[in-house]
């Protein structure tokens, strides 16, 4: 297939075989009807993009959106008070204008409600509000915030760009609503981290792009813009936050001297031998070899799994785990309760039941929450099964 950002060659290295869609939660009823696509993903020759060969047509996507609302976890309200101080510090004038691309619930955006703001997205957001545009992102609407309010100084966007597939829009559009001196600050799971840890439950349909430095690099360049800058940051298993300038631009409003934390990471991150994408597909196989074996080891006892993320449905159908090793899932999303999972067909269930009768071991499935979770759940006496330093840790 052909790059969706540079037209180049995309060669695969990953193949997870058929999934279901990632946020597909199920009734019983819907079982016989469950859509399926092939999950694969290879790495463009050309500009270093990691990316989805397959995309589920939008019209699959019976199932319903469950967006995660950011506000739900106290360690990412932290993370985005975090961002919004650097930023007030360093990159907005208060008489600036901050667009956020993926407003979600507004609690990055509630940090600047004594600016200039607007959050841009079609869906999950509350009712009426001035300051947001509920449509994609795309050149049409950056015109229109430039025309009706001028350009923005700051540009943000949280776990949003590695979901859309036209990204050469998407960075045209940055590119039209971005002052001269200003700075596009995103962040997204990295792709380095994810070889990393081996975390592959990163990877299902709603992921179409899986970012490194130099695939960054590359698109920013296509569009008159140019990487200025990356920090790592440990949310999300590991993600990166990537500072876009105009290619022209000489006065850019962040100041080295100022910020050095954020001038460490320029590094050619992603190397494209042939080894390092070659070797992901072994690692991942004894990677689902070790789980398997370690669930071998707890059959009789009842072990059940906690958090129905969308990374879930890829780690459980890629390892074939379903009833008869977990009897159950625990999450705290309502609208998922009383459901099945996508794929293995586990019943979701709430807190409340995992806390009324406790199992003997707990299958960590929301990783990226662990510090959260095993904080909430100081009482639980089983065992935790979770990955950690390069094992299954019982
Ligand atoms: P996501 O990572 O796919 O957005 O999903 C996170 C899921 O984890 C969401 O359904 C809520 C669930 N969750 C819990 O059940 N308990 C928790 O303490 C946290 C932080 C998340
Ligand atoms: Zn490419």
Same mark, same amino acid.
């Given at each position: 297939m052909n790059c969706r950002v540079c037209g180049g060659e995309v060669k695969q290295f990953l193949d997870l075989g058929k999934q279901p869609i990632a946020n597909g939660f199920l009734t019983k009823r819907q079982f016989s009807k469950e859509f399926f696509y092939n999950l694969k993903v290879g790495v463009c020759a050309e500009c270093a993009m990691v990316q989805l060969i397959e995309l589920v047509p939008p019209? *699959?996507? #019976?199932g319903k959106n469950y967006p995660f609302k950011t506000s739900s976890s106290y360690q990412m309200v932290k993370h985005q008070k975090q961002l919004a101080d650097f930023i007030k510090k360093h990159a907005l004038e208060y008489s600036g204008l901050i667009v956020e691309i993926g407003y979600n619930d507004g609690s990055f955006l509630k940090n600047f409600k004594d600016y200039r703001y607007i959050g841009v997205d079609p869906s999950s957001l509350p009712k +009426? *509000?001035?300051? $947001? $545009?509920? +449509? #994609? #992102?795309s050149p049409n609407v950056g015109n229109f915030i430039v025309e009706s309010v001028g350009q923005a100084q700051v540009i943000v966007s949280l776990n949003t760009l590695c979901h859309i597939p036209n990204l050469n829009e998407l960075f045209e559009a940055v590119n039209i609503l971005l002052e001269p001196g200003g700075v596009l600050i995103f962040e997204d799971p990295y792709w380095d981290s994810i070889k990393k840890d081996t975390a592959f439950d990163q990877i299902y349909d709603e992921h179409v792009y899986y970012f490194s430095v130099t695939s960054v690099e590359k698109v920013a360049e296509q569009h008159g813009?140019?990487?200025?800058a990356a920090t790592w940051q440990p949310v999300h298993g590991g993600s990166m936050r990537y500072f876009v300038a105009k290619a022209t631009t000489r006065t850019f409003i962040l100041k080295p001297p100022e910020v050095p934390e954020a001038w460490t990471l320029i590094e050619k991150a992603t190397s494209l031998s042939d080894e390092t994408f070659n070797g992901f597909q072994d690692a991942i196989d004894r990677k689902r070899r070790a789980l398997q074996g370690v669930l071998a080891t707890t059959e009789g006892k009842r072990t059940v799994g906690y958090g129905a993320t969308s990374k879930s449905t890829t780690l459980l159908n890629y390892c074939n785990i379903g009833r008869d090793q977990l009897e159950y899932i625990t999450d705290t999303t309502l609208a998922k309760q009383g459901k099945y999972s996508p794929g293995q067909h586990i019943p979701i269930v709430s807190p409340d039941e995992f806390h009324k009768n406790p199992p003997d071991y707990t299958l960590l499935l929301a990783w990226n929450h662990q510090a959260e979770i095993m904080e909430k759940e100081k009482k639980f006496k089983g065992g935790w099964i979770h990955y950690q330093r390069g094992g299954w840790q019982v």
């Open positions: 019209g *699959n996507l #019976f +009426e *509000n001035s300051h $947001i $545009i509920r +449509e #994609f #992102f813009l140019k990487l200025v």
